[in-house]
Structure formats: C-alpha cells, structure tokens
C-alpha cells in the first residue's frame, strides 16, 4: 500500500481554509488538540483518485511565520521539524482572490523553507463580479508553484486540487524570495556559523521564541563564533524582510493580476455605512443579540419539553418492563434521569453555536470588536474581548481560549477572569426551570414573554458582572504590558451551510461527550448514595412511616412517605443536612443544598441532581419540573420554589464559579494555580452574598 | 504638525510615507501597512477610535494610538 500524503493547510484566517478543508475531508475529520497545549488540532483523510489517500492538516489561521501567538507558534514549530509525524509532503497555502497581496507574504515565507508548496486561490467565484483577471501561468511561473482556482462556495477547483496533490514531487522546493538579501553580512556569518542548517529556518529561530527541538535561540546564541543582534536590530530586519517581500509580490501582481475597479462597487462598503455606523451599528447590534435570546427561549422549548417528558417516560416504562431490584433501580433511577440531564441540553447549545458560527463567517464578528474596542477599553478589556464574552454565552472554554488573539497580557488576563460570568449555556437549564417554576408565563406589552425577558435579564447581569469586574481588576492588577490592536474587517460573506453544519455538530458532539461523562458519572454516584444510608432509620423507613402516620395511609402515599423518610436518611440526606445551615439563609432545602454542592463539578449537574433525588422513591410518571413545583418548603411553608428562593437560586447561579473544567482551563492558559483559585473563592463570594441579600429582601 | 493616519477625515485618502519603526507592531506591516501605500480611512467607531482603514486593498481596524505613530501625505 503506498503511503499517505501528508498536507498541510496553511493560510490567513478569512481566506476560506476550513471550507476547502472541509470539501477535502467531508465528515471524514476528527478534531483534538496538539499534546500538551489546548489549540484545536484538525485533521482528517482526503480520499485521492487512483485509489490514493492523503492527511490533511488543518493548521491555525496565521499572517506570517512571525508568531505573536500560541496558534502561531504550531504552525512554525511543525514547519520548521523534519521529524515531526506530521511534518508535510506538500504545504498547500489557502489565498483569498481579493487579498492575494497579503496572502502571498505568507506564501513566500513558507516557500522559502524548501517546503513544495501548492497555492490555492480560493474564491474564484467572486473574480467576475470584482472585475478581476489573473494570468495563472505566468503567476505559477513567477511564483515557482501550482495553483489551484478553487471556490469553496460552488465548489470547483477542488478535484484540480487533489490532482496537484497527487502529484506534489513535480513541484519545485526552491524559494521565491531571498531572505538573506536585507542583510547579506549577517547572514553570511548565520551560513558560517551553522553550515548544515537552512538559513531561513535559522533566521526563524534567532527571531522567534518558540522551540524547534533541539535548535532553540540560546544554542545560537551561546556559539561563541557567532553574535546576534540586538531585539530592536532584529526587529527593523524583519520589518526589512516583510518589506522586500512585499516588493517580490508587488512585481508578481503587476503582471498577473487585473483590477477593473469600476466593476468592483460592492456590497461591503453599503453595509459597512450601517453596520459599523456610530448609532445605528450599536442599535443593530443589540437588535441581533435581543433576537438570538428570544430565539433560543422559544425555538428550543419544543425539542427540551419532548426530551423532559420522553425521558420520564423511559424511566417509567424500564420499571416496568426490567425485573424489579437493584440493577433496574439503577438504570430507571440513576442512569436514564442523568442522561436526560445531558440530552436536554442539545437543542440550546446547537442553537447557540448556530448564532456565533453564523456571526464568525459572514464576517459580522469583526464589526462587533471594531464598535466595542473604545467601549471595553474603559473597563480594561480588548474589542476583542467581545468575542470570548459572546463565545462564553455558549461555553468559558472555547471562551478562554479565544482570548489567544488579544495582543496585550493584561487585556487577555482580565478577560481570561471575567469570562466565567458570561452566562454559559450549562447554566440555562438552571435558569429554565427555575424561571419556568417562579415567573408567570405572561406577555408584556402585548410582545415581549415576562420569562424571555427575565432570562434576557440574566444574560445582561452575567456580562454586567464581567464588564464590572473587569473595570475593577483593571484597577488592582498593576500589569504593564504593551498595547497594540489590530484587527482584519474581513468582507461579507454569505455563510456556506456546510461550514456552519459542521461546526455545530462538533460543538454540540463535544459537549455531550465531554461534560456528558461528568455529568453521567456524578448522576450514578449520587442515585448511589441516595439509595444507601448509614443508619438503622434508612432500612426501618416502612416500621417509621407506619408509626407516624398508623395504618390509615393509602398505598400510594405510604410509598411516599417511604421514600422521603429513606432519602433524608441516606448518605446523601445526612450531607445535605449538614450543609443545611449555611444554604437556609438563602432560602434552600437540604436537597437543594446537595444539587449545588454536586455543582460544584459542573453547573448543568443541578437538574440532573434534583432529577434522581426526586426521582428515587417516586413511582408516578411526572417531569422533573411537576415535582419541584410540588415540593414545600420545611421552615417557612408554601412552595419551595417561590419568588424570593427562586431569584436567590438564580443570582447564586449567575455568580458562583461552578465548573472544574473552566478552572482547569484557566490554569492551563494562565499557566498558574493563583488565577483559577482566586475565581473559584471570589465569584462563590459574591454568589453567596447576592443570593443571601435578595432572599432576606424578597422573603 | 506632521499628519498621520488618525488625522484624516471620513472616505479621505493618504500615502505612507514613514512610521515609528520600534514602535510600530510588525503585524500591522505584514498586513500591508508599508511606506508608498494608499491608506483611506473607511469608518470611525465614536469618539474617532478606533479606525477602520483600508489600505492597498486590504481592511483592517487599528486603535488612534497606533494611527498616531503613521505618517502620511494626503492625497484628496
């Protein structure tokens, strides 16, 4: 069998590099991340003609080989080593028709690595409309590659693109531009010096600081017969190198590419006037948020009450049909409840991702961090802090790991902190049943659903509080970093279905695989402990209730009975007993006090908690939400969930820092215990004091 | 006093004629930002900052106190 090709695709982000990547793979993709660090890894196999296959990486967007970022760094990093598994065969550059001059910078650099580089032009639909014309011929000539007029949009050019792979030896490895011309001395000792290394990689090295295996800057410098320069020497060198690129380009371009610019009236300048405007841009923007709030609240309750009732009924229905014992109890009363505390939760994030996806590829995010920037600066943070604050709406993670983009350290850190207050979509179906049980299914106005606004309420609070936090940490941290934002405005685009589709079914797959397993985990640790207690009162529950209530009981209500008198003497009744006190003032019940606690782990565990703890005991089919509407508060009367514990219950959730793998996340971008500590202690604080205050007001 | 990006007006156009070379981030060149360049302010978010530009062709958005560090020459 002759072996797999292995490609990298390489490009600036905008160019369309995850579409072509997509049609390259189809579904036949997997993503992971690099060992050790959290960037997403891509990969997948392409399916060649005459029954060859190639690998196709799917490297981080970058602008040139000059890291300013950890995702920049991969990219070096696996260009600049041989024995990398993945080192390419083939690196295939992904340009957009419309900025091949920025595109090729990249272009040139990757070329003069000795790598065969292919060059894709994608796009090539819009060549028309913008007036444009290219000699290929002469612009493979010039350029020392192939290219491929690809549109990832009608999807043409891809075939051509397989056939240039298949074919990858004809390519020349020479490069295009001689890096070694903006300072010829220096290079000439650099040649000297290290006489089996390329030069260019070298120069890399010197410049970089990132690591290549055993070659890293300190060797280079610590070689006594050489000296390198000075950073600020090295810094106008590599403003000197992008510049004779540029000038290599620009002669490229003169040549082979035509502009008609009276052609080229577009649509982006038209939307442009609106969108970015100084009024109606911010009005705009509010409109789509207000919009992807109500969406998800009424779009999604369909699929979730189907879901919730589904589930009751399967719990029900194995009860019946499986041989009454442990193992069924398990499965009725454990299992299937938790795993309707994960499934339920679908419809929201797909949503979600639905909306940030659709905004990421039409180009509009860019918009949004262009109005914000002036705005988020006064509270310490980046415009492009917008992004991970939308982005933590859906999940802190992805959200944390967006801040990567954020040039200066301060912005990112204070971003990194406050990311945890954006309302996550784990936090939804909290907010859901507990608005559901306490605020009246009403419409204000004639329009607006008092539940909509009141979950459109608590998204305001969660970014509040970061955007409040965020002013405050700028004040205390005494970081000086340097500040410099810049941003590309991609152009409109239409978003390609299959794009977003993907993305979607990725985030949501991941999701569910990934908080799945704790929260399926914590849901049969929890039916264990509720089903086993301690104490002689757990196994005498029927001699307790008979000798409370006498024998007048009917059936159904000793079963009741039975169960509560059980739970409250299990294992997990006598720790939230013990943790009673402290969650009393706040207008809880023990059973409450262990759904949080449980938590702690995750915050989508509350549900799923509540779920097997009303669940256990219970025979009638009911949803989760009939039995918490049902339960009665021990101390004061009346309905556990009212008003007062409700909002308490809500504020505790919009504040408290309840999710392990956030933390873990922070700790890993921080690269410090300090920062995800103080999260944890802080944010519970101001929970624990918001819930106490509105309950005491409220009650 | 000397022009530089962030001084020119809505849909106005300018060259490149020089910048603050310790200063200036070297990702701003490599997104087109290079002396001889056309630059054209396109959109300003309030308060004039920060700036939308588009320069030779290619759109991006940088903050006034990196405007500042430009010089150009108008054009119209």
């Known amino acids: 069998m002759p072996k797999q090709i292995n490609v990298a695709l390489i490009g600036n982000p905008n160019t369309g590099k995850t579409s072509v990547f997509n049609h390259l793979t189809g579904l036949n993709q997997q993503v992971g991340n690099y060992p050790g660090i959290t960037v997403e890894k891509k990969e997948g196999i392409c399916k060649l003609p005459r029954g060859l296959k190639a690998h196709i990486l799917d490297l981080p967007g970058t602008y040139s080989l000059n890291a300013s970022s950890l995702d920049e760094n991969i990219v070096i990093e696996l260009l600049l080593n041989k024995n990398d598994k993945d080192y390419p065969d083939v690196a295939v550059v992904v340009s957009d028709v419309e900025n091949l001059k920025r595109n090729l910078l990249l272009f040139t650099q990757i070329k003069d690595l000795g790598i065969p580089t292919i060059l894709v032009i994608n796009m090539a639909d819009r060549m028309e409309r913008k007036g444009i014309s290219l000699d290929v011929e002469l612009m493979e000539k010039r350029l020392k590659t192939k290219i491929a007029l690809v549109s990832a949009r009608k999807k043409t050019g891809i075939e051509e693109l397989k056939e240039l792979i298949i074919n990858y030896r004809q390519i020349s490895s020479e490069p295009c531009v001689n890096a070694s011309t903006i300072a010829p001395d220096y290079f000439d000792r650099l040649r000297k010096a290290f006489p089996n290394q390329s030069l260019y990689k070298l120069w890399l090295v010197i410049t970089q600081d990132v690591n290549f295996g055993n070659l890293n800057r300190k060797t280079l410098e610590q070689t006594s017969d050489f000296q390198t320069k000075e950073k600020s020497e090295l810094k106008r060198l590599q403003q000197k190198e992008t510049i004779v690129r540029y000038q290599f380009i620009n002669g490229v371009l003169k040549e082979t590419f035509k502009k008609d610019i009276t052609t080229a009236k577009d649509l982006r300048s038209r939307l ?275 000798e409370q209530y006498g024998k007048n009981l009917s059936q159904e209500d000793f079963e009741k009975h039975v169960g509560s008198v059980k739970l409250e003497n299990s294992y997990i009744g006598m720790m939230g007993k013990g943790i009673e006190p402290v969650v009393r003032p706040l207008g809880y019940d023990w059973k409450i006090g262990i759904a949080i606690v449980s938590s702690f782990a995750a915050r989508e565990v509350f549900v799923g908690t509540l779920a097997t703890i009303y669940s256990v005991g219970s025979d009638e089919e009911k949803t989760i939400k009939d039995r918490m509407a049902a339960e009665t508060n021990p101390v004061l009367g009346g309905p556990l969930f009212n008003f007062a514990s409700g909002i308490s219950l809500l504020l505790f959730y919009a504040f408290a820092m309840q999710c392990m793998s956030t933390l873990a996340i922070v700790k890993r971008e921080t690269n410090s215990w300090k920062w995800p500590i103080l999260q944890l202690f802080v944010m519970s604080g101001i929970a624990y004091v918001a819930a106490l205050t509105a309950f005491q007001l409220l009650k | 006093m000397k022009l530089t990006v962030a001084s020119l007006k809505k849909g106005q156009r300018g060259i490149i004629k020089q910048f603050a070379h310790d200063q200036i981030p070297l990702k701003l060149l490599e997104m087109g930002c290079l002396p001889g360049n056309e630059v054209e302010l396109v959109q300003t978010a309030p308060f004039k900052d920060p700036l939308y530009l588009n320069v030779n062709g290619s759109h991006l958005a940088i903050r006034k106190e990196t405007a500042l560090l430009i010089e150009i020459e108008v054009i119209e």
């Not at chain 1, 509010?286 to 992807?292: P, S, V, Y």
């Not at chain 1, 940030?356 to 310490?380: A, H, K, P, Q, T």
């Not at chain 1, 936090?427 to 859901?432: A, F």
């Open chain 1, 272 to 546: 442009d006037r609106v969108l970015t405007h100084q009024v109606w841009g911010y009005f705009i923007f509010f409109g789509i948020l207000l919009l992807i709030f109500q969406a998800i609240y009424d779009w999604s309750s369909y699929p979730m009450d189907l879901i919730d009732t589904t589930f009751a009924f399967l719990g029900e229905w194995t009860k019946e049909v499986l041989p009454a014992g442990v193992f069924t109890n398990l499965i009725s009363e454990g299992i299937i409840p938790g795993l309707g505390g994960i499934v339920i939760f679908i419809p929201q994030i797909a949503f979600l991702f639905l909306f940030i996806s659709l905004l990421e590829e039409s180009g509009y995010m860019s918009r949004v961090v262009f109005l914000m920037d002036r705005v988020m600066r006064r509270f310490g943070l980046s415009g492009k802090s917008v992004v991970p604050l939308v982005s933590g709406t859906a999940c802190a993670i992805p959200a944390v790991m967006a801040t990567r983009n954020i040039e200066d350290w301060k912005e990112r850190l204070i971003t990194i902190l406050v990311v945890p207050f954006t309302t996550c979509s784990a936090r939804l179906p909290v907010y859901l049943i507990i608005i559901a049980l306490v605020i009246p299914n009403e419409r204000v106005l004639g329009i607006f659903n008092l539940q909509g606004l009141t979950l459109m309420l608590l998204y305001l609070l969660g970014f509040g509080m970061s955007v409040f936090s965020a002013w405050v940490l700028d004040k205390i941290l005494k970081i000086k970093s340097k500040t410099y934002f810049v941003i590309e405005m991609p152009d409109y685009k239409l978003p390609l279905f299959k794009n977003v589709a993907i993305n979607v079914v990725e985030k949501t797959k991941s999701f569910v695989f990934g908080a799945g397993k704790i929260i399926l985990a914590i849901s049969i640790i929890l039916w264990v402990l509720a089903s086993y207690g301690p104490g002689d009162d757990f196994d005498n529950a029927e001699a307790i209730v008979t």
